[in-house]
């Protein structure tokens, strides 16, 4: 699945489908090279994330998450946010390598797949960084 695709989805809950809010954005955690967490729009309860922990399943149709999951669960091992999409994209040499345009995700387990740039794709478990600044990933081996 694609960043750009989660965006907007409902995020619903398991038990009796109350929608909590919209998919506004992914925060990614770039150690593990996976999503963090849920960023919420439209969330009635003022939650604005939920802590990737807390989804069951990521369709085409929606985010479902545990029941009556709060803002709090989780959220010590959540990394603060910086947006990906759009973000430069640096080796850890400095080298450019153009701007996140989407990412691909394995919805079931949040890890990152592939970064798609400006300039061509790069595997997710490349990413070693993420700030305000650039997403860093490690650059390619020459041999």
Same mark, same amino acid.
């Given at each position: 699945? %694609? +960043?750009?695709?989660? +965006?907007?989805?409902?995020?619903?809950? !398991?038990? @009796?489908?109350?929608? #909590?809010?919209?998919?506004?954005? %992914? /925060?990614? @955690? !770039?150690?593990?090279?996976? $999503?963090?967490? #849920?960023?919420?729009?439209?969330?009635? *309860?003022?939650?604005?994330? %939920?802590?990737?922990?807390?989804?069951?399943?990521?369709?085409?149709?929606?985010?479902? $998450?545990?029941?009556?999951? /709060?803002?709090?669960?989780?959220?010590?091992?959540?990394?603060?946010?910086?947006?990906?999409?759009?973000?430069? $994209?640096?080796?850890?040499?400095?080298?450019?390598? =153009?701007?996140?345009? @989407?990412?691909? +995700? *394995?919805?079931?387990?949040?890890?990152?797949?592939?970064?798609?740039?400006?300039? =061509?794709?790069?595997?997710?478990?490349?990413?070693?960084?993420?700030?305000?600044?650039?997403?860093?990933?490690?650059?390619?081996?020459?041999?």
């Amino acid at each position: 699945m %694609l +960043f750009s695709q989660a +965006f907007g989805l409902p995020v619903i809950t !398991a038990d @009796d489908a109350t929608t #909590v809010g919209k998919v506004a954005d %992914l /925060t990614v @955690d !770039a150690r593990n090279a996976t $999503v963090a967490a #849920v960023r919420l729009s439209g969330a009635a *309860d003022r939650t604005e994330a %939920l802590a990737w922990s807390a989804v069951e399943a990521v369709g085409p149709d929606a985010v479902i $998450v545990h029941s009556r999951v /709060t803002a709090e669960q989780g959220q010590d091992h959540v990394p603060a946010h910086h947006r990906i999409l759009g973000s430069r $994209v640096l080796t850890e040499h400095g080298a450019e390598h =153009g701007t996140v345009r @989407d990412i691909a +995700f *394995d919805p079931a387990s949040g890890r990152l797949l592939t970064l798609y740039t400006a300039l =061509g794709e790069i595997a997710g478990a490349r990413l070693m960084g993420l700030g305000s600044y650039a997403a860093v990933v490690r650059a390619e081996p020459t041999y």
